[in-house]
């Protein structure tokens, strides 16, 4: 018996990334010092409303037990001339697997198990809120010797990328979009 396409079955709104941020630990630099950038962005709309319990259980009950988010994270220069890449994250993986689970504090009998991008153990979230932060906000760090700028005023942005595969209760898509610049001195 073949398994239902129920993606028609969901009306989703519009997935898009939100809340892209770009902040140094300082704004002005030595030419010796090492610049500390910190990036985040969250994921919302369709797929951010389409991770709750209720639609995790369909999707167990239809053998779809694992979502796979991909991020791509890019800290370049902005100028009038070009742009440089200063550093880029590498490819990282997201992956929440559901599972029944029989913990009494949990509650929903189909839940998520979010296993981290950098090999770490995975993590139960205790409500769906958490599960949601957990799996789609995103935070990275950057960091960058300032002699790689050279002495001046330099324009910082993060360009972002999030892609996931086509499950029983969404289609594949990707959001791409790209942070306000962010202004570091280097003396």
Known sequence: MPLK???GDYSWPETKLSQINVVADKRSY???E???????????????E???P???T??????????RLTLKTVLRTQGVVGSRRLGESRKQVRRASFYWSRDPDLPYRI???IIPEDGGPPQIPRSVEDAKSKMLDVEREFQIPASAFGAGSHKLVVDVNAKWGRRSFIEKGEVSSKS???VVQIE
């Open 58 to 67: 369909v999707a167990w009950e239809d053998f779809d037990k694992i979502l």
């Open 54 to 56: 209720d639609v995790w």
């Open 111 to 113: 839940w998520a198990m």
């Open 30 to 32: 030595s030419i010796s």
């Open 180 to 182: 306000k610049p962010l």
């Open 34 to 48: 090492t610049i500390r950038i910190s990036a985040g962005f969250k994921i919302m709309g369709g797929l951010r």
């Open 5 to 7: 396409d129920r993606r």
């Open 50 to 52: 389409a991770f709750h």
